[in-house]
């Protein structure tokens, strides 16, 4: 069964730069996975980042961005803020209807 | 505006049934695929699996194949996540999430949840 990869945790500085990543148990990433990005804060509905790879969901600020970083998707957060401080989730699109969350990254702004 | 409402928090005692809803409105709701997601307890998300309501065609993550029920009444725009048994590992939040319809394969829209306590 694919396994999609992500840091279990995280930390990074007010201000300063981040790069989350996801990745596969099995081979590379790519733009064919549709990579998308999710923020959840504890106790709320996650919240759509990043589509299709780079595209920013409606009301997400520019700070956060999305990219392929070798064989792996990743979530840039440049100026992190304290709010950002979350859980990140990347999804992949495998194919035929069928989707694999990575099991998320847990950001500390400090 | 588009909107994924859920049924409400469910306790249950193992070995019983269950069915939950997610009733979509301010769209098309035949022409969206509708995932459900579960969240246990202090863990991340799992993609349990996605039903399209236009022709009830559904797809199942291994992990959840056999396990649950994924169905839908499109006269009421609503999709279910059903058990014929729960089990105390049931015990998590769900999340009913709508998928873009224009190829570009991410959740634009999420419900709040379902809360589902399975305990003796």
Known sequence: QTVVTQEPSFSVSPGGKVTLTCGLSSGSVSTSYYPSWYQQTPGHTPRTLIYSTNTRSSGVPDRFSGSILGNKAALTITGA?????????CALYMGSGIWVFGGGTKLTVL | EVQLVQSGAEVKKPGESLKISCKGSGY???????????????KGLEWMGIIYPGDSDTRYSPSFQGQVTISVDKSIT?????????????????YCARQDPYGLYYFDNWGR????????
């Open chain 2, 78 to 94: 609503t999709a279910y996540l059903q058990w014929s048994s729960l089990k105390a590992s049931d015990t998590a939040m769900y």
């Open chain 2, 113 to 120: 949840g379902t809360l589902v306590t399975v305990s003796s």
């Open chain 2, 28 to 42: 098309s709701f035949s022409t969206y695929w509708i995932a459900w997601v579960r969240q246990m307890p202090g």
């Open chain 1, 81 to 89: 803020q304290a709010e950002d401080e979350c859980d990140y989730y």
